[in-house]
């Protein structure tokens, strides 16, 4: 099985892995993508409506 994750830092590819691997899911092929700028976006709106 695949599953592709959206993270919007790099640290958390570690943690998703190491869940993976505790939680026994050897066949589980985990791929990982990372949008900083959308934290970064979400950060900024947040900024601004507040």
């Known amino acids: 099985m695949r599953i592709v994750c959206l993270h919007t830092a790099d640290s958390n590819i570690a943690l998703f892995d190491a869940a993976a691997r505790a939680a026994g899911f050897e066949a589980l092929e985990l791929t990982h993508v990372v949008r900083a700028d959308l934290l970064a976006a979400a ?4 900024t601004l409506a507040g």
């Open 43 to 46: 950060v900024h709106a947040a």
